[in-house]
């Protein structure tokens, strides 16, 4: 199954900034995925990245809040955008093919916390 | 929109105990459901999946059911111990879009 390094994996900043996230996988995929985890919550869709072309957004999101760069088969960033507070959560990248079967794999997630 | 949701949001179940955990979806249209297990800190993790032409698939000490009729999925892990203690989720696959949908989650706690 792929292995995916996701970078930082946390990290504390000021309202107003932006963050760029990196999702590395060791291995091509076509698809790869943005997820966002509020604090004791359920995984949310942001935005199916593909590469050579822009990125699909799920309904409430959008493009300039969550810019995201899909360079290669092996790469993409998601950037959190004018953070505030409500933006704290953890983003997890994510592609398709894991472990067997059609199951998803997911990096270890990026914990971010808006101040 | 399409949903998919748990029944339970914790549960506590004395190691050793066998314990069950539910899950209901709205959308008739699903492939492929996956049951995944997130620790504190860590992304999810896969642990058994059923397409949707299958009632059950068992794996090493978990079993997944898949009840069409009612829409209702569960995980049954058997011989708990305590590195089962995490939050589960059900998700589901539509093949047309691909898209992974996420249930509420359920916080499973072993009691040693």
């Known amino acids: 199954s792929a292995v995916i390094s996701q970078k930082p994996s946390r990290d504390i900043c000021q309202r107003g900034t932006s963050l760029t996230i990196q999702c590395q996988v060791d291995?091509?995929?076509?698809?790869m995925f943005w997820y966002r985890q509020q604090p004791g919550q359920s995984l949310t869709l942001i935005a199916t990245?593909?590469?050579?072309?822009?990125?699909?957004?799920e309904s409430g999101f959008v493009i300039d809040k969550f810019p995201i760069s899909r360079p290669n088969l092996t790469f993409s960033t998601l950037t959190v955008s004018n953070m505030s507070p409500e933006d704290s959560s953890i983003y997890l990248c994510?592609?398709?093919?894991?472990?067997?079967?059609?199951?998803?794999?997911f990096g270890s997630g990026t914990r971010l916390t808006v101040v | 929109g399409e949903s998919v949701g748990l029944h339970l949001p914790t549960l506590s179940v004395q190691e050793g105990d066998n314990s069950i955990i539910n899950c209901a979806y709205s959308?008739?249209?699903?492939?492929?459901f996956i049951w995944y297990k997130q620790e504190s800190g860590k992304g999810p993790q896969f642990i058994i999946d059923?397409?949707?032409?299958?009632d059950k698939r068992q794996g090493q000490r978990v079993t997944v059911l898949l009840n069409k009729t009612v829409k209702h999925l569960s995980l049954q892990i058997a011989a708990t111990q305590p590195g089962d203690s995490a939050v589960y989720f059900c998700?589901?696959?539509?093949?047309?879009?691909?898209?992974?949908?996420f249930g509420t989650g359920t916080r499973l706690t072993i009691i040693p």
């Open positions: 990245a593909n590469q050579g072309s822009e990125a699909t957004y």
């Open positions: 994510s592609v398709a093919g894991g472990e067997e079967g059609y199951g998803y794999t």
């Open positions: 959308n008739s249209a699903s492939d492929y």
């Open positions: 059923i397409r949707s032409n299958m």
């Open positions: 291995s091509q995929v076509t698809m």
């Open positions: 998700a589901e696959i539509n093949f047309g879009n691909e898209k992974l949908t």
